[in-house]
């Protein structure tokens, strides 16, 4: 199972670097909602490994980045999660209070399938902002990536 985890991940990163080029070359078409919606994408995901990593989050769930530092933020969001898949039990459980302060546990494997689910929510809206504005969109199916 850890494999097909990280392959998941591997996938995500793969078309969030893609996506990042494209906002940065189309900067000026996007949305006013496109910028915000993926920073929630890679803030969501820099959560959730923190809750993992029992570490102190540095993002909040709706805290706006600058569209130069999407690349990197992503890739370290992409490094900590290899680093949870190679060093975690999917079945320990996670601690952790949500934005609104309420108590609640899951395990490492569905925390890591939740950020993986989000993910692929989040980038058909940004599929189709990126349609609406006239520009060609990335093809992000999975089986296409597999292929």
């Not at 392959?7 to 080029?21: G, P």
């Not at 000026?28 to 990593?53: G, K, V």
């Not at 349609?131 to 597999?146: M, S």
């Amino acid at each position: 199972m850890k494999d097909f985890f990280k392959t998941i991940f591997e996938y995500h990163h793969h078309f969030n670097q893609k996506l990042a080029d494209v906002f940065m070359e189309h900067e000026q078409q996007l949305t006013e909602r496109t910028i915000p919606l993926f920073s929630h994408c890679l803030n969501a995901h820099h959560i959730w490994n923190h809750r993992i990593l029992n570490k102190e989050q540095s993002f909040g769930v709706h805290q706006t980045h600058n569209i130069v530092d999407f690349k990197s933020i992503d890739n370290a969001n992409y490094h900590d999660t290899l680093k949870i898949i190679d060093t975690f039990d999917f079945d320990k459980p996670v601690s952790y209070k949500n934005s609104k302060a309420h108590a609640f546990s899951n395990t490492v494997k569905d925390v890591l399938f939740h950020v993986a689910n989000h993910h692929t929510h989040h980038k058909g809206q940004l599929i189709s902002d990126l349609r609406q504005q006239g520009i060609e969109p990335l093809v992000t199916d999975y089986i296409f990536y597999k292929r």
